[in-house]
């Protein structure tokens, strides 16, 4: 055998090893590939699983507390949502807060309130939580430690078409931010934070917080926020720096009113913010 042939069928010979070689990588990849879009779908419905099982919510004995006049106790009755006692049931709490985490996963998509917290966090003053929290606050806050959501969630306004897709949510099969979900939400949510005593669709000034001052007052279809945050006191009970808490009250004004006008021009609809 020549050279020349020697050569050629050691070129053959590595060409074909470099082919086995590539195959058995692009097929072990591919494989590779499809785990990780396994993983990655067992991670999310897990996550899911593991975000509604944990999902905070108040206690019956809370719910009590703060159940507001506009509340539509004929209307839950007839959904199974409260019981004899016309007290708000543990399904209803359940529901009502995964709504409130559809509803917050939909606004983060159009307009993150965690924009604004971070003004405040990012600014030179120190914020601290508020450690006598409003139950608004304690149930409303999702991932942010100062805004929270200060309407009340009418979900007994629901058909019973969208009260199984919140079912369905909280026994993980359907996700928070599905397509479904979405448009629900994007659909309903007008009708679930109005205030309406008498189901006339009309539109006047409700009070919310009535004692603290003279009340504070929104549209009975406004997105209401709250913001919250405590004074900084040194050991005997006086302010730590007047001034700082005088910039802070500034800060967070000027952040109040930029609520009001970009959330609203998200939403379509009036956004009013208290603090």
């Known amino acids: 055998m020549n050279t020349k042939k020697v050569i050629e069928l050691c070129f ?28 990655m779908g067992e991670e ?12 905070d919510y108040p206690t019956i004995e809370e719910a009590r507390a703060y159940t507001p006049d506009s509340f539509h106790y004929e209307t839950a009755r007839s959904k199974d949502l409260i019981d004899d006692s016309n007290i708000l049931t543990d399904k209803y709490l359940r529901l009502q807060a995964v709504y409130k985490l559809c509803f917050n996963s939909w606004l983060d998509a159009i307009v ?4 604004y917290e971070l003004e405040m966090t990012g600014s030179e003053y120190t914020f601290s939580p508020k450690e006598n929290q409003s139950i608004y606050k304690k149930y409303g ?4 430690q100062f805004i929270f959501l200060r309407n009340n969630f009418h979900i007994e306004k629901l058909d019973e ?6 079912q369905n949510v909280l026994d993980g099969m359907e996700m928070v931010s599905s397509d479904v979900m979405t448009e629900m939400i994007g659909r309903t ?7 309406d005593y008498d189901e006339s669709g009309a539109e006047y000034d409700v009070v919310y917080d009535p004692g603290v001052f003279s009340g504070n007052k929104a549209s009975n279809k406004a997105l209401v926020f709250g913001i919250q945050y405590d004074w900084e006191f040194d050991e005997k009970g006086n302010l730590l720096d007047g001034n700082a808490e005088d910039a802070k009250e500034e800060l967070v004004i000027s952040i109040k009113k930029k609520m009001e006008i970009e959330i609203s021009e998200k939403v379509g609809i009036q956004v009013v913010v208290f603090f």
Do not use: H, W
């Not at 999310?44 to 999902?55: D, E, F, P, R, V």
């Not at 806050?141 to 942010?144: E, G, H, P």
């Not at 078409?161 to 919140?166: A, E, P, Y």
């Open 12 to 39: 053959v010979g590595i060409v074909a090893m470099l082919l086995f070689i590539n195959t058995s990588c692009a097929e072990e990849n591919y494989q590779g590939i499809e785990r990780i879009g396994m993983d």
């Open 44 to 55: 999310s419905i897990n996550n899911q699983m593991n975000l509604t099982a944990g999902i």
């Open 189 to 195: 949510f007008v009708k679930v934070i109005t205030v």
């Open 141 to 144: 806050c999702a991932d942010r």
């Open 161 to 166: 078409t969208d009260i199984s897709l919140l």
């Open 112 to 115: 993150s309130p965690v924009q």
